[in-house]
């Protein structure tokens, strides 16, 4: 992995975080699932669910699904579309390549999930000609 590569992985956690600080007053998307299958809350459930996707090579498909399910009347289900984003961004680019996806989908896409909450505003944050 190059150094444009590097870069562009951190622009978009940082993205993520500036969206996280603003939106849901935190530093960092730790998203964890909790250890006990009856602890998951609805949004744990198709997180896990959407992660097993994307482990079986169907980006495009979690992504769908993602969409399908988010409930904008709980941030919750915001930290985990952000988690799920950087899930994705922490693949190699022959992964998302294979899978017939890129860098700049992420961004497209947590600034459409950002969009969905009411937040907006971070469409030029991450400069994706270099993507």
Do not use: W
Not at 42 to 60: C, F, S, T
Not at 117 to 127: A, C
């Amino acid at each position: 992995m190059g150094y444009q590569d590097d870069y562009v992985m951190r622009t978009i956690t940082d993205l993520v975080r500036t969206i996280a600080g603003v939106a849901l007053g935190k530093n960092e998307i730790d998203y964890e699932l909790p250890s006990l299958d009856d602890a998951y809350t609805p949004a744990d459930r198709i997180y896990r669910h959407l992660k097993e996707m994307v482990d079986a090579g169907d980006i495009n498909g979690a992504e769908n699904e993602l969409y399908e399910a988010l409930d904008v009347t709980d941030r919750s289900y915001l930290e985990m579309a952000l988690a799920f984003y950087m899930y994705l961004n922490q693949l190699d680019d022959n992964t998302l390549y294979t899978a017939n996806y890129s860098r700049e989908e992420i961004v497209d896409g947590i600034n459409s999930v950002s969009a969905q909450f009411g937040i907006s505003g971070f469409e030029h944050f991450v400069d994706t000609t270099m993507v």
